[in-house]
């Protein structure tokens, strides 16, 4: 008789057919080759972009007296400082994240994965997503921008079929 099958029967099939993440432990090691992947794969940089993109649509500074006229970039520059200074200490962004990357990936696939990011192509696409990223963002968006004609007709479309108040 296979051993999987007598092993599956006695409830130990998974352990022995399927290399996972359960078995797969949090050592010292594995957490200093997530962190590797996540500084190297440039979690910071996308971070830091997100928040200061999001910064463009904050104006907390509107109406403040003594405020310089270019509060805002100055407000941007110094929390861009700070999540870049902040996220890799201990305890910060970088080691928040460690346990959903072990819990998800297993050291060897980890390993694969930084290898990858550590290659030429990996490194040419990871410097690129980051300098995509805002020109993807407005692209998007202007683009989801042009959908509102039609989800504004479905969304009416919609009220009507449920006899809903149509707020046309």
Partial sequence: MNLRIVCGVMGFGLLLVVPSAFSDELTPQK????????????????TKDSFVNS???????????????NAKDILTQVAAEVVTE????????????????????????????????????????????IAMAQPLSAKSNAWIKTL???????????FDKANAKNPR
Avoid at 90 to 114: K, M, R
Avoid at 148 to 158: E, G, K, L, M, S
Wanted: proline content about 5%; glycine content about 6%; some cysteine.
């Fill in 55 to 69: 910064m463009r649509h904050v104006d907390i500074f509107k109406g403040c007296a003594g405020c310089p006229s």
């Fill in 148 to 158: 509102q004609p039609v989800i504004n007709q479905r969304t009416y479309a919609a």
């Fill in 86 to 129: 902040k996220s890799t200490e201990a305890g910060q962004l970088i080691d928040q994240l460690v346990p959903l990357y072990s819990d998800t990936f297993t050291h060897q696939e980890i390993l694969s994965w930084l290898a990858f990011v550590r290659s030429p192509i990996g490194k040419k696409i990871v410097a690129n997503n």
């Fill in 31 to 46: 957490r200093a080759d997530i962190r590797a992947l996540l500084i190297e794969n440039g979690i910071v940089e996308v």
